[in-house]
T-cell receptor, first 114, second 111 residues
């Protein structure tokens, strides 16, 4: 079955720690995205990548880092510089070319800072 | 800068009633998406609207797009409890694949 997987589902972090959230897709999509969702709010774009070995900052990139070494994978690191990382993190992917460019979402990772 | 505004942000409906959710956006775009999110879950794609006058229907939900007015609507017909969820519209930036999301509309359908 084609789809997007994210792990872990729940993640707890101590103050000052870096943590990495995994996102993998087997849809053969070129573009991948990371969003943050806070309670009662919409999604805000953290980083996105349109092609392997290339990525761009979104609207709230400070305190986060990404890599895109493989087409299937787009891990997100939440660094200790991110002041308020507790949130629901969603990864998405889309076909680069074509008219729809519909984004498909993974199940999400809920990160809590202790 | 593209801004997307949804209203209402919270909607409590009786079963069987009709209602409309509105999505306004501030700059030119050629693509608009509607998503559904159940509590604690991911986003599920409902509709993709690509052109002015586009109308899509699935079950009790119908979405439309007016690019001249920069407005999309999501109309709910004869609401049922299963439609309770949060609904988001998302608008594509004119160039590229970035989406800007509205704040979401929390829909609660009461029996």
């Amino acid at each position: 079955d084609g789809g997007i997987t994210q792990s872990p589902k729940y993640l707890f972090r101590k103050e000052g720690q870096n943590v990495t959230l995994s996102c993998e897709q087997n849809l053969n999509h070129d573009a991948m995205y990371w969003y943050r969702q806070d309670p009662g709010q919409g999604l805000r774009l953290i980083y996105y990548s349109q092609i392997v070995n290339d990525f761009q900052k979104g609207d709230i990139a400070e305190g986060y880092s990404v890599s895109r070494e493989k087409k299937e994978s787009f891990p997100l690191t939440v660094t200790s510089a991110q002041k308020n990382p507790t949130a629901f993190y969603l990864c998405a992917s889309s076909i680069q070319a074509g008219g729809l460019n519909e984004q498909f979402f993974g199940p999400g990772t809920r990160l809590t800072v202790l | 800068e593209l801004k997307v505004e949804q209203n209402p942000l919270f909607l409590s409906m009786q079963e069987g009633k009709n209602y409309t959710i509105y999505c306004n956006y501030s700059t030119t775009s050629d693509r608009l998406y509607w998503y559904r999110q159940d509590p604690g879950k991911s986003l599920e794609s409902l509709f993709v609207l690509l052109s002015n006058g586009a109308v899509k229907q699935e079950g009790r939900l119908m979405a439309s797009l007016d690019t001249k007015a920069r407005l999309s609507t999501l109309h709910i017909t004869a609401a049922v409890h299963d439609l309770s969820a949060t609904y988001f519209c998302a608008v594509a930036m004119e160039y590229g694949n970035k989406l800007v999301f509205g704040a979401g509309t929390i829909l609660r359908v009461k029996s």
